[in-house]
């Protein structure tokens, strides 16, 4: 049996693969911006799985304000900070 995808589905894909790639160009930005300052994106970092990481972002869900607060209370990074909250 062959399928034929239709113009639409294969447009939506298309829509997709370059609002991923935008998202990426911005992540990419933001991480830049945020490692310029000394702060650790990988995971080991803010990207550790807790819930309120930059991998929310890419996931979809608007954590901004929990992910800016974690990042402003933290005076020096060291990595167990990041795990800790100290």
Not at 57 to 73: A, P
Request: include cysteine; charged fraction near 35%; hydrophobic fraction near 35%.
């Amino acid at each position: 049996m062959s399928i034929k995808v239709p113009a639409c589905i294969k447009e939506k894909m298309h829509r997709i693969a370059k609002m991923h790639k935008k998202a990426a160009d911005l992540m990419d930005e933001v991480e830049e911006w945020l490692e310029a300052r000394g702060i650790d994106t990988s995971v080991n970092g803010l990207r550790d799985g807790a819930g309120i990481g930059l991998e929310e972002l890419e996931y979809g869900n608007d954590q901004v304000d929990e992910i800016c607060e974690r990042i402003e209370n933290f005076e020096t990074w060291q990595p167990e900070d990041i795990f800790t909250g100290r």
